[in-house]
């Protein structure tokens, strides 16, 4: 037994106390170089955010001196020294109010303020993140205090990820969308508090020597430290709950259209489900399948059967051509897809609105209506009284002795168009 416990002592290649919380004080300050490394650090982890790339984010993560005041605040609690936890939180401010300017000045003068899917993954916390900045802060500690420091400080660093929030947090005021402010600056919250503890237990179990006596003291500060683990934790609990709800609608969502759509051998080339509206909505479109009215009613009470409650199915199947719609979704991931390609198809769409896409109706006008000389067709906007306009056909011939109730009664049963109106060409005299 006494074997096992040596083989998992932390003193054990332990560097000498003095030594550390001299290494871990000096690190502690921002100033000179060190407030400038942070201000380009910020800088580098906000056009990674800005232009959705992992590997510059990584990079700034790596190069950003952050840890060192919350490191020296988990020693300082570990210790009682109060001086040095006056210090490492006046730090800590000077470094967050530095993060939140520089990044906040970069998206307000970036021409680009689309939300990226990097960016979002930093504005809703929950447990998982407490648990990585409480292990990484563990990770962390443990390499500072060992004689040979080996390479956990560049993992730890990118492991808790206190850049990125805090850019996210500035995203947030420079846009003005203070739920993003709140949710990044939230969980570079609990990413500096539990790093902060997993030092204040480690330093605990090392034994540093304290620098106050007073056991009263040192009750309320493990009462202070309890009640703030304990406030810090439960909103991430109901934010990993509410995660996990929309994993598990969304899965069911899935299966409902696998289910009801995919196994019946109907094609769908859209699928958007939307958990966060009243009522939540999947939206679905087909390549060649229509549905009728009743049809839709009948897939939206199967809904509820299936678990899916307060939801509604719409399915896309009118004339609006959706590509635009289909592009906007596929260039939140694939910077490829520019503005110009989706301003293109959104020109095309509404084109397409006044096309006529039936190249036999000339043909077939000609052999029921041989006494037309001259067709013209399409479709216009008609403006009445109100300022709303809706589409109208309209047919432009010439020739004699054209039966006018029957060709427009024709034209509406064969293009299914309600209205159509016919204006006849004066006959040129030759």
């Known amino acids: 037994m006494n074997s096992f416990f040596n083989f998992i002592n932390l003193q054990n290649g332990e560097e000498s106390k003095s030594k550390v919380l001299e290494n871990v004080t000096s690190n502690i300050s921002f100033r000179g170089s060190n407030l400038w490394i942070l201000a380009c650090a910020i800088m580098i982890a906000s056009i990674g955010l800005n232009v959705n790339s992992t590997a510059v984010i990584i990079g ?34 000077i470094a967050t109010a530095v993060s939140l300017s520089v990044s906040a000045f970069y998206f307000y003068i970036s021409p680009f303020k689309d939300v990226q899917s990097e960016l979002l ?3 809703s916390p929950n447990i998982y993140d407490v648990l990585i900045a409480f292990f990484g802060g563990l990770v962390g500690v443990i390499a500072i205090t060992r004689v040979e420091k080996g390479n956990p400080i560049p993992g730890v660093a990118i492991a808790t990820a206190l850049m990125p929030p805090l850019c996210t947090a500035g995203f947030g ?33 090392l034994k540093y020597p304290s620098a106050l006596i007073d056991s009263k003291y040192e009750k309320r500060i493990k009462y202070g430290i309890s009640a703030l683990i304990i406030v810090m934790i439960v909103p991430s609990f109901y934010l990993a709950l509410n995660l996990y709800n929309e994993k598990k609608y969304t899965k069911t969502a899935e299966q409902f259209i696998e289910k009801e759509f995919d196994k019946k051998g109907y094609t769908v080339i859209y699928k958007k489900i939307n958990y966060n ?24 009470k199967m809904l509820e059967e299936s678990g899916l409650k307060n939801t509604q ?24 897809i520019s503005e110009k390609d989706i301003a293109i198809s959104k020109l095309r769409e509404e084109l397409d609105t006044y096309k006529v896409s039936d190249s036999t109706l000339s043909k077939e006008i000609s052999i029921l209506f041989p006494k037309i000389n001259e067709i013209s067709y399409g479709k ?51």
């Open 380 to 430: 216009i906007e008609k403006y009445p009284q109100t300022d709303s306009a809706r589409l109208q056909f309209v047919v432009l011939y010439s020739g004699q002795d054209v039966n006018d109730n029957q060709l427009k009664n024709w034209l509406q049963k064969r293009l299914n168009e309600k209205d159509v109106q016919l204006v006849k060409k004066a006959e040129s005299n030759k």
């Open 121 to 123: 993954a930093r504005t």
């Open 173 to 205: 005021i420079a846009t003005l969308n203070f739920s993003y402010f709140f949710g990044a600056f939230y969980l570079y919250t609990i990413n500096c508090f539990f790093i902060c503890i997993a030092t204040f237990f480690v330093v605990k179990y």
């Open 60 to 93: 700034a993560m790596l190069i950003s001196p952050l840890m060192g005041p919350i490191v020296g605040a988990g020693f300082a609690l570990g210790t009682f020294n109060f001086p040095l936890l006056k210090k490492s939180f006046k730090n800590l401010l």
């Open 313 to 336: 199915l719409n399915i896309r199947q009118n004339s609006t051509d959706i590509k635009s719609e289909i592009l906007s979704e596929i260039s939140k991931f694939d910077n490829n």
């Open 277 to 300: 509206t009243n009522p939540r909505s999947i939206d679905v479109a087909f390549i060649n399948k229509k549905f009728s009215d009743e049809e839709i009613t009948f897939y939206n």
